[in-house]
């Protein structure tokens, strides 16, 4: 049981969060839960172990799951994540919403599934809920469970969201049906694209009815350009060299120097709790803030060809598409959303396209999620999609 003191400080710091003074919350280190067994084998999606997750939204029920899935070479791992269902269960399978979510970290102890916050993080919860759908709700691979956290690798994101709700499928007294739609956001927004992006040839026996991204990284040769000039945009940047140095062997001579290097691995031991606190974070770790890269990373052809191979492809979803974008985003530029939107559009996908005036990167999932919630529940309840296509803007508003 936690401590009545213990509660008194999240508590304090959840309403500090609001007015970002900085306070942070740190996540319990991953236990005994979140260790795999050595042997792996069995089917994508099948749950390892279960337990109750507690502080669901009134009459909800919610559990921590640990899952396979498959690595990028192929290889059984362990995902760990949350399965969120309203009440008992229904007599007729619940459709399922994959939540996709934004950038925590890469540490293993940013899993979202470790946040004593977690309900709370999940736009538009308590709206699916009420309309009877499932979430599940996953950590992504290296957060929580062993191993470095592929960070914006579009094929181990999008693996691990479709299994997630194989994982909602498998788990007891749940009846989760096989009809899902993603939701996501920044990084959950590139999963939630990958995830489309893959389901059909890694998980036929799932059917997607609708993805839906607000400020997803999509082209990220662009925006690694645009996020290198801001603070926010620098921890992004350093998380991605972190994970790729390691996951492809992505070389750091000539990109970085060695007190760069060092600030890289001190940010990579932080995690981003509440309202981005990148900007907190950049301010402790002033190595990565002045002269972080020696070289531009999108010109150096190694790195510039894993950019372009983890950027999603337009069109190639599989399922109509909601993109959500804030005017006054400067993490995710709206030329680059509204660039994607528009080659999804002459690849024929039906797509609705919400450009938010004045919102920024955090503020647009807030600003547009009931929209988002409406829109994935015509697309799960089977209305036909809309699409914007004859209607995008010309050029993105200024914020």
Known sequence: MMHHFEKLRIGFCLAAALVMTGCSIEPRAPGAFYQAETDLAGSPGEIIRAEP?????????????????????????????????PGEPAEEPRKVVAWAHPTTGVADRCAPSLDASFFATVPQLESFLQRGYIIAATDYPGLGTAGTHPYLVGLSEGRAV????????????????????????????????????????????LKLSGVAAAAPATDLVALFKDDISMKAGKVL???????????????????????????????????????????????????????????DLTEVASWKSLLTRNSPTPGLTGAPVLLAQGTAD???????????ARAACRAGTPLRF??????????????????????????????????????????????
């Open 354 to 399: 919400i450009l938010q005036k004045d919102a920024d990167h955090l503020g647009v999932v807030k600003q547009a999620g009931a929209s988002a919630a409406a829109w994935i529940a015509d697309r799960l309840e089977g209305a036909t999609p809309p699409s914007d296509c004859n209607d995008l803007p010309m050029l993105p508003a200024s914020g």
């Open 330 to 340: 400067p993490v995710v530029q709206p030329a680059v959303t509204l660039g994607y």
């Open 162 to 205: 479709l299994d997630s709700v194989r994982a909602a499928m498998q788990l007891p007294d749940v009846n989760a049906a096989n009809e899902f739609a993603v939701w996501g956001h920044s990084q959950g927004g590139h999963a939630a694209l990958f995830a489309g992006q893959l389901a059909a040839d890694y998980a036929p026996d």
């Open 237 to 295: 940047t350093a998380y991605a060299i972190w994970s790729w140095n390691r996951i492809y062997d992505a070389p750091l001579s000539g990109l970085m120097d060695e007190a760069a290097i060092s600030a890289m691995d001190r940010l990579a031991k932080d995690c981003l709790e509440g309202k981005l606190q990148g900007l907190v974070v950049a301010e402790r770790e002033r190595g990565i803030d002045r002269d972080f890269l020696q070289t």
């Open 53 to 85: 997750f507690y502080g669901a939204p009134k009459g909800a029920r919610a559990w921590r799951v640990l899952y396979r899935s498959t690595g990028l070479s192929g290889e059984p791992i362990a995902v760990s994540g949350v399965i969120v269902a």
